[in-house]
């Protein structure tokens, strides 16, 4: 790849122009401008602009950005102008409904496993998928070439499954569990973890 | 509140550090340092120390952190010292794990109730709520006082629901529908959206 030295918060911005110019390109549009987009994200006109910048020059003066073009440039700076395959790691609330959830594969994602450890659950059907148990996780996930997982599974297990999932060859987790994860570099994680979200509002109010 | 000119990227590392220092707690440990809370996160212990100092001194030079001075030093900064009652709308795949899910207590959120507009999930049991009409959500949520929401709801109605909310007084909204929202001044928004995470990772692949 060429822009290694971009800040992480500007690449962090680029899914969120992505996902709103899809959505403009379903409104069926097909120009739009920084002071469009940063108005639908609350983000200011000069930020998109100086961000998008530090890629190549997407926009005319005056003319706005070409929506398909644009929304191209994006998934080829994301890597997602192609498809990743995903593993889930926990078949429970959260992995199930992230098994179930249909809005991946239009953003670059194929969720190919899931896996439990619990004995009740291994070989159940969730959607398509049956649950496959975590005692192959390597194999499954080594022998498929899967790079990219998502973790839904107890704080308490989450650093040992981490690490057996980056010993399988993944290269990204999104983790669920709420607690951080320890990894190599060279491996990517990212956490959801809603009462986190929501202790970052609260402090706003009084 | 006084610290209203911290940057909202600090802001967002706090719930991390406190998320980190309540597990050295349970752990039964008492005193830390911000290496070791660095090497935990993956952050640096200067951007900690920096970060932490813009609230204060929480540390001795030399014998680090109480871990229980600095987590109270934390609840109070992010206001999570007190309980937050929290409204889930939509009581899908999302919105009932969150309904269920028993993390939110001890960081100072209580789920209070939970929506639908779906008459066969109405009236229905999840975990120790029965899944309220949505018709009524602005006399309950504004009636119980609720300030905090959790939306779980199909990206077309998102919009819309979070107008509603905001009408009934809600102050922040944790948003997992797939689209941006908008919503006045005075109103928090955070989004959970897995591709947007996954996308970010992405780019770092090859």
Do not use: C
Not at 4 to 24: A, C, F, T
Not at 111 to 123: A, T, V
């Amino acid at each position: 790849m060429a822009h290694k030295n971009i800040p992480d918060i500007v690449i962090g911005r680029l899914p969120i122009y992505l996902r709103s110019l899809q959505r403009m390109a379903q409104e069926g549009r097909q120009v739009t401008s920084s002071q469009e987009l940063g108005e639908r994200l609350g983000i200011s006109a000069a930020q998109i602009r100086k961000d998008l910048s530090q890629f190549g020059e997407f926009g005319k003066q005056g003319t706005g950005y070409n929506i398909e073009f644009l929304s191209n440039k994006i998934r080829d700076i994301l890597n997602v102008n192609r498809n990743w395959d995903v593993a889930i790691i926990g078949a429970g609330d959260i992995g199930g409904a992230l098994a179930r959830y249909n809005g991946f594969n239009q953003r670059g994602f194929t969720i190919k496993m899931i896996f439990d450890n619990n004995p009740s659950k291994i070989g159940m059907k969730i959607d398509n998928f049956t649950v496959l148990d975590i005692a192959n996780l390597k194999e499954e996930i080594a022998g498929a070439g899967v790079q990219v997982a998502m973790m839904a599974v107890p704080a308490a297990y989450a650093q040992d499954v981490a690490d057996r999932l980056v010993a399988a060859g993944i290269k990204a987790i999104l983790n669920y569990a709420p607690v951080n994860l320890n990894v190599p570099a060279g491996v990517r994680v990212q956490h959801i973890d809603p009462a986190v979200h929501l202790q970052r509002m609260t402090y706003y109010l009084d």
